[in-house]
């Protein structure tokens, strides 16, 4: 375990970068304790990655502090993953060292939800065919039944149609899908529009809400 002086300056730094990268970033200090036994010792924006104060790495981590330690390495960078919500994130992790002192891991995760979103919008913008074709491997068909099962337990949750649900259901209901990574899947927007009676850019102002509220 590193020193409470440097684990407090480290946790600094998770501070300072969760300010400057902003909500969309996960950022968390592992101990560098060895024998698979590295705990999180300061963490900003957890939820996004699942991980809490106290826990062990997440999986990907995992494997990243393995590599580090494996190879000698300074760094592990732009490994991807995907969260138990659904949420897939790009990483980077970091051997963190302090006058000569092993002192943790130091890892970035970026959530690229609002990432595929835009990109999804601008896709819109530019051909009006956001909903192209699905990712590779991932046949239409499938696509099709995903979208259609999260439209379903929308409706379930809220026992009535969508269509016929107020404004601050529609925000409530955007923002449980969104937490559920409902978003991830390509032509979701398009589809909750419709369901709802809305346009594709009325459910991207309620994300936006729903987003700027949490971070607050």
Do not use: W
């Not at 809490?52 to 300074?74: E, K, T, Y």
């Not at 060292?97 to 990432?115: F, K």
């Not at 896709?123 to 065919?129: E, I, K």
């Not at 499938?142 to 259901?169: C, N, T, V």
């Amino acid at each position: 375990m590193p020193s409470p002086s440097v684990a407090g300056g480290l946790a600094a730094v998770v501070r300072g970068l969760s300010a400057m990268l902003g909500s969309d970033y996960c950022i968390v200090l592992y101990s560098a304790a060895g024998g698979q036994q590295e705990q999180v010792l300061a963490v900003a924006n957890g939820h996004l990655a699942g991980i809490v104060p106290g826990g062990r790495p997440i999986a990907a981590d995992r494997s990243a502090i393995d590599n580090v330690r494996l190879h000698c390495a300074d760094y592990v960078a732009n490994y991807f993953s995907r969260t138990d919500a659904g949420r897939r994130l790009r990483s980077c992790l970091m051997r963190a060292a302090a006058a000569g002192e092993p002192a943790g891991y130091l890892a970035v995760h970026y959530d690229l939800t609002q990432a595929e979103i835009l990109k999804d919008m601008v896709a819109g913008m530019l051909d009006g065919n956001p909903a192209a074709d699905p990712p590779a491997g991932e046949p239409k068909a499938r696509l099709d039944d995903l979208i259609g099962e999260g439209l379903r337990r929308a409706r379930q949750y809220l026992g009535k149609p969508l269509a016929f649900a107020g404004k601050q259901e529609k925000i409530q209901l955007v923002e449980r899908l969104d937490h559920e990574g409902f978003f991830l899947l390509k032509g979701s927007i398009e589809a909750l529009a419709q369901e709802m009676g809305n346009t594709k850019y009325t459910v991207y102002s309620y994300l936006r809400e729903n987003r700027i509220r949490v971070a607050d």
